[in-house]
T-cell receptor, first 110, second 112 residues
Framework: QKEVEQNSGPLSVPEGAIASLNCTYS??????FFWYRQYSGKSPELIMF????GDKEDGRFTAQLNKASQYVSLLIRDSQPSDSATYLC??????????FGKGTHLIIQP | NAGVTQTPKFQVLKTGQSMTLQCAQD?????MYWYRQDPGMGLRLIYY???????DKGEVPNGYNVSRLNKREFSLRLESAAPSQTSVYFC???????????FGPGTRLLVL
């Protein structure tokens, strides 16, 4: 059984601070890792993807992957109220779709 | 380029009724997926189709059937709806292995 674990939150972060979202996964064969953002009542939208160990930066977002520890994280710098959403960690192995965590609800406080 | 489209947006069914959820993508993607999302349960894979002509069960396939009509379209059928199938259903598609999936806007289904 492939599992992806996230703290459900809510995680409350002051505006302008760094939000840190964490995810662990059980399947060591996992190869691709994704972070999606989902606003209430909307579909998931891709924020970041990462395949290799280390950091990957895209604007205010940084994804971090540590395959040895089976750990993925997402950092959001200079957090804005518009970043308030649920963040879904997803892991892909082969062709059988994504396994999602239950999501972390992030609240950016103005 | 509409991406992934789903119909209907919202549906109310009575227990025992049947219905088909439609999904289409215009990105020439090979793989298509159906997920359901329930509060506290996250997104769970129902069925997927790795390529035209193939379908496979995901994590929660019971009570559902699928058809990959052609490369563009992937439908999900509930033969005899149950209240436990009340959920939000998302269709997704993907190009090459390892690439991300793109999601449709979702169908909200209420089974009374």
């Amino acid at each position: 059984q492939k599992e992806v674990e996230q703290n459900s939150g809510p995680l409350s972060v002051p505006e302008g601070a760094i939000a840190s979202l964490n995810c662990t996964y059980s399947d060591r064969g996992s190869q691709s890792f994704f972070w999606y953002r989902q606003y209430s009542g909307k579909s998931p939208e891709l924020i970041m993807f990462i395949y290799s160990n280390g950091d990957k930066e895209d604007g205010r977002f940084t994804a971090q992957l540590n395959k040895a520890s089976q750990y993925v994280s997402l950092l959001i710098r200079d957090s804005q109220p518009s970043d308030s959403a649920t963040y879904l960690c997803a892991v892909m192995t082969h062709a059988d779709g994504l396994t999602f965590g239950k999501g972390t609800h992030l609240i950016i406080q103005p | 380029n509409a991406g992934v489209t789903q119909t209907p947006k919202f549906q109310v069914l009575k227990t025992g009724q049947s219905m088909t959820l439609q999904c289409a993508q215009d990105m020439n993607h090979n793989s298509m997926y159906w997920y359901r999302q329930d509060p506290g349960m996250g997104l769970r894979l129902i069925y997927y189709s790795a390529s035209e002509g193939t379908t496979d069960k995901g994590e929660v396939p019971n009570g559902y059937n699928v058809s990959r009509l052609n490369k563009r379209e992937f439908s999900l059928r509930l033969e005899s709806a149950a209240p436990s199938q009340t959920s939000v259903y998302f269709c997704a598609s993907r190009g090459q292995p390892g690439e991300t999936q793109y999601f449709g806007p979702g169908t909200r289904l209420l089974v009374l």
